[in-house]
């Protein structure tokens, strides 16, 4: 079992900046690849931003320039730097952890919310 603790939402202006931290409870080197994904009311979770375990990252096209997803292994913590901040960006926000093949699987945190004000 994979456990997720997500940090770092909160309030924040429109244009202001949060970081938000994933820190797992296993080596992220064990994980096919770990990603960003959110919800916000009424619309259905999707995802933000992906780091596959080779390093390549990619984006949602509405978070392109803005966000960027980043790892730091020895910490076994994935971030979200997240700037320019819009009120469309407020949401809950998840991390997911897939393992490798044979042993496929997904493990989500527990969420943190970001609030954009304008």
């Known amino acids: 079992q994979v456990q997720l603790v997500e940090s770092g939402g909160g309030l924040v202006q429109a244009g202001g900046s949060l970081r938000l931290s994933c820190a797992a409870s296993v080596s992220i080197f064990s994980a096919n690849d770990m990603g960003w994904y959110r919800r916000a009311p009424g619309k259905q979770r999707e995802l933000v931003a992906v780091?596959?375990?080779?390093?390549?990252?990619d984006y949602a096209d509405s978070v392109k320039g803005r966000f960027t997803i980043s790892r730091d292994n020895a910490k076994n913590t994935v971030y979200l730097q997240m700037n320019s901040l819009k009120p469309e960006d407020t949401a809950v926000y998840y991390c997911k952890f897939t393992t490798k093949w044979p042993n496929r699987g997904d493990f989500w945190g527990q969420g943190t919310q970001v609030t954009v004000s304008s």
């Open positions: 780091i596959i375990s080779g390093g390549s990252t």
